[in-house]
């Protein structure tokens, strides 16, 4: 392919094959922008990560950006061991790859709306440009690390709010036990409690019914 081409990707496999090509021709760097559902199809894909384990071998860097969300999470994670780094950047549409001489894009993909065509070039004003565009977007993404870490603190929040609306009842009885401004005295035997709880247990073990309450600071009347 010359320096100066130009070539309408009409399918699948033309775009894989020059996927494949643009990895395998990589001299210094590998930089990727892709949108949240690329790495679902790409991560386990073994004609993508053979020529890229060959390329990174030869010293390589990747450098890529997705959007990382809780359905591709998991994903994420595994492209960090394969990558050289990954950042996150919000509501990401479209997709692009290049090397040092090479550039292809595709439209937006998704499960309903699967590759069916891009475009390649090898023009260098084309590739300055989009280096260009890369780096802005690189600036302004943040790691990966970090955007995974707010979905997982997000999940654990959740799950913690869940643990909390079912267990309300638990709480206020352990808020209340925890509040010590009176205590408690059985009238059959004397006893003297703390906490209203264990007042209530001592009725159940003993069948002592009289529990007499007393504060511990009285109101002065006014």
């Known amino acids: 392919m010359s320096q100066d081409s130009v070539l309408i990707i009409w399918n699948q496999k033309q775009m894989f094959d020059r996927v494949v090509k643009l990895l395998e021709n990589a001299k210094t760097e590998v930089l990727g922008f892709f949108n949240a559902y690329v790495f679902t199809i790409t991560t386990d894909n073994e004609v ?3 020529p890229k384990r060959a390329a990174r071998k030869r010293g390589v860097k990747f450098r890529y950006i997705t959007e ?4 591709n999470i998991s994903y994420c994670k595994r492209q960090l ?28 993909i998704s499960p309903r709306n699967p590759i069916t065509q891009g475009f390649y ?5 084309m590739l300055k440009q989009e ?35 079912m267990s309300d009842q638990a709480v206020v009885k352990e808020q209340k036990k925890t509040i010590i401004d009176r205590f ?9 409690f703390i906490y209203a709880d264990d007042a209530e247990d001592h009725k159940t073990a003993t069948s002592h ?14």
């Open 209 to 222: 019914k009289k529990i007499a309450e007393f504060p511990f600071f009285e109101s002065n009347a006014t």
């Open 121 to 125: 070039s090898s023009m260098g004003k």
């Open 48 to 50: 993508f990560q053979i």
């Open 184 to 192: 408690y005295v059985c009238e059959a035997c004397r006893s003297v």
């Open 81 to 108: 061991g394969l990558v050289d780094e990954l950042r996150h950047l919000d509501r990401i549409r479209g997709n692009f790859i290049m090397n040092d001489s090479e550039f292809i894009a595709s439209h937006d």
């Open 68 to 71: 990382i969300t809780n359905d």
């Open 131 to 165: 280096r260009y565009v890369f780096q802005t977007l690189w600036d302004n993404a943040i790691p990966a690390e970090e955007r995974i870490d707010q979905l997982e603190m997000g999940r654990r929040h959740d799950s913690l709010d869940s643990m909390r609306i």
